[in-house]
């Protein structure tokens, strides 16, 4: 709730907070329905006392703006709200009837709290240390600005930057031309453009738990349906009508497990969904940050055309780039890219220069190696704290990469209730039934983000909360 206080205004707290709530309702910004902020949320926003919030609160719904549900919060009042604004939209019942469905509660707080001060144990993204801020610097002082390279860009992205990605590429065994490779806003843009442009509704769209995609709703918003598998299952029946799924995949460094599978689990995989003549969608964001040598991609033997490959820049250099891409057939490029057109109008000119520049550059390298080093160092780091707090109630596979460490707990303790504890006590978790639902057993921890003293900080306030769960 954006509401700035005065602190030096002959005003008082009561009557500044007062006047812009009721401001909020005046102009629509809370219509009827709307629920407030709990009075311990309100305070803590604000910086001032619950009892003032509380005061405040009485007071507008003495005046009839508010009113109170029993067990389920403070909500903007109708009656008095239609008698004086007749014509007001009832945006609850829109936002219900949209087509795509909200995050999870959890999500949803995940993403208020991450901007906040906030130990994040969980954050998928790298910390701003890590970032190569001096490198990306010197690249954006070694490019001239052309009006061509920083407008729109071409359907499938610039080409320079289709061409480097082509190059870079090589090195996952991916032999592809600039034609085969369109430019998106981050992979998860591709996962919209694929559902939107490839499947008709009620498709099925395969994939092994615990995964990435369980935590997402776009597919479901696009009216698929998503079919869970035990870990190797081959035993897939379809009928005529799921004949349009696709199955997805993050075959090295799965987020959130960490696991990177075999060169012969994937040529497996590959003859498995091409013989049942499904598409695969091969997410590989992480394969720059294995520890060591990790199998070809997937898309590497794929003589079928039957890989959509998705690869980004987001978890190596940086997120607020948003660049990643799709490598397919042709045909299936066209199409996305029309659908991305309709979107966007393409993905940011400038932010393509910067990325094609990037990764023509000896800069790319030099940071992925400093890189896997420092993230390696996290993760000992972390693997110590573990080993120090949960070795007799938990246990995890040594990571091989990546970000996260996959904890999984001998008894179901990873409930809404941990998360929220832990919120309090300035934590941010990231539950297992986020990626697998049902799972209370799994943590996602994070050693990309917080730093070690977080990291430190962090993980002891977890064991003692689990220490009291226990006991």
């Known amino acids: 709730m954006e509401i700035?206080?005065?602190?030096?205004?002959?005003?008082?707290?009561?009557?500044?907070?007062?006047?812009?709530?009721?401001?909020?309702?005046?102009?629509?910004?809370?219509?009827?329905?709307?629920?407030?902020?709990?009075?311990?949320?309100?305070?803590?926003q604000l910086g001032v006392n619950r009892s003032t919030i509380i005061d405040v609160l009485d007071e507008l719904k003495a005046e009839g703006w508010l009113e109170s549900k029993t067990g389920s919060g403070t909500y903007v009042a109708h009656n008095s709200w239609q008698t004086l604004f007749p014509r007001q939209y009832h945006w609850k019942e829109r936002i219900r009837a949209g087509i795509h469905q909200p995050n999870l509660q959890t999500i949803q707080l995940i993403n208020e709290y991450e901007i906040k001060e906030i130990i994040r144990l969980g954050t998928g993204e790298l910390s701003p240390s890590l970032l190569p801020t001096k490198q990306l610097e010197e690249v954006l002082q070694s490019i001239s600005l052309d009006p061509r390279t920083i407008g729109y860009s071409e359907p499938k992205g610039h080409k320079a930057l289709r061409h480097a990605v082509a190059v870079h590429l090589q090195k996952r065994g991916i032999q592809t031309s600039p034609d085969c490779i369109l430019i998106v806003s981050g992979a998860l843009q591709a996962l919209q453009l694929i559902s939107l442009g490839l499947l008709p509704q009620h498709s099925t769209i395969y994939y092994e738990a615990p995964s990435y995609i369980e935590s997402l709703h776009l597919f479901q918003s696009a009216g698929m349906r998503l079919s869970r598998l035990h870990s190797g299952s081959e035993n897939i029946t379809y009928s005529k009508s799921q004949k349009h799924g696709l199955f997805y995949t993050i075959p090295t460094l799965n987020n959130p497990s960490g696991t990177i599978l075999t060169e012969a689990e994937r040529h497996d995989l590959y003859q498995h969904w091409t013989n049942l003549q499904i598409p695969i969608v091969e997410d590989d964001v992480y394969n720059e940050l294995a520890f060591s040598a990790i199998p070809p991609a997937i898309k590497s033997v794929d003589t079928a055309g039957n890989v959509l490959y998705l690869g980004s820049l987001s978890k190596t250099v940086s997120p607020g780039l948003r660049i990643g891409w799709v490598v397919a057939p042709e045909p299936v490029v066209d199409r996305l890219a029309d659908i991305k057109m309709q979107f966007d109008y393409g993905a940011s000119g400038f932010s393509q220069l910067l990325a094609a520049t990037w990764l023509a550059s000896p800069h790319h390298e030099t940071h992925m190696q400093q890189l896997r080093e420092n993230l390696q160092q996290r993760a000992t780091f972390t693997e110590a704290l573990l080993a120090k707090h949960f070795h007799n109630i938990a246990v995890w596979q040594k990571p091989k990469g990546g970000f996260y460490i996959w904890l999984r707990f001998h008894q179901p303790?990873?409930?809404?209730?941990?998360?929220l504890k832990l919120l309090q006590k300035g934590v941010l978790l990231h539950?297992?039934?986020l990626y697998d639902r049902d799972n209370h057993h799994h943590l996602r921890l994070s050693f990309a983000y917080a730093s070690l003293p977080e990291l430190e900080k962090g993980i002891d306030l977890l064991a003692q909360a689990v220490k009291a769960m226990t006991t």
């Open 4 to 44: 700035q206080l005065d602190r030096h205004s002959q005003t008082t707290l009561f009557e500044q907070i007062y006047t812009r709530m009721l401001d909020r309702m005046y102009q629509g910004e809370w219509p009827p329905g709307t629920k407030l902020p709990s009075q311990r949320k309100l305070a803590e």
């Open 413 to 419: 303790l990873v409930t809404k209730a941990l998360f």
């Open 431 to 433: 539950p297992g039934y």
